[in-house]
């Protein structure tokens, strides 16, 4: 059984930074795609990044040269790092894998921003 934690949301004010963790467990092999959703209050559930196995990525366009994606894949792990960060950005972030068409979530982190 998969497991995804996420770790090292919280606080932080208008223009600061956070990074974001996430560690799978659970698992032998490697994933397809790792990457960050986020949901806001009242809104659908948006994809922030993601990070193939071979390294190719995709931002949302509100977050290009602000967030960077990486991963480890020997670790399985994911991790975002967010610097600029708006209030806007305020939302529960979901790590998210993929692996041969299975779709694997974790149970999110509160990333707060105030202005």
């Known amino acids: 059984q998969v497991q995804l934690v996420e770790s090292g949301g919280g606080l932080v004010r208008a223009g600061g930074s956070l990074g974001l963790s996430c560690a799978a467990s659970?698992?032998?092999?490697?994933?397809?795609?790792m990457g960050w959703y986020r949901q806001a209050p009242g809104n659908e559930r948006e994809l922030v990044a993601t990070?193939?196995?071979?390294?190719?990525?995709n931002y949302a366009d509100s977050v290009k040269g602000r967030f960077t994606i990486s991963r480890d894949n020997a670790k399985n792990i994911v991790n975002l790092q967010m610097n600029s960060l708006k209030p806007e950005d305020t939302a529960v972030y979901y790590c998210?894998?993929?692996?041969?068409?299975?779709?694997?979530w974790g149970r999110g982190t509160q990333v707060t921003v105030s202005s």
């Open positions: 998210n894998a993929v692996r041969n068409w299975r779709v694997y």
């Open positions: 659970g698992s032998t092999g490697s994933f397809n795609v």
């Open positions: 990070i193939s196995s071979g390294g190719n990525t």
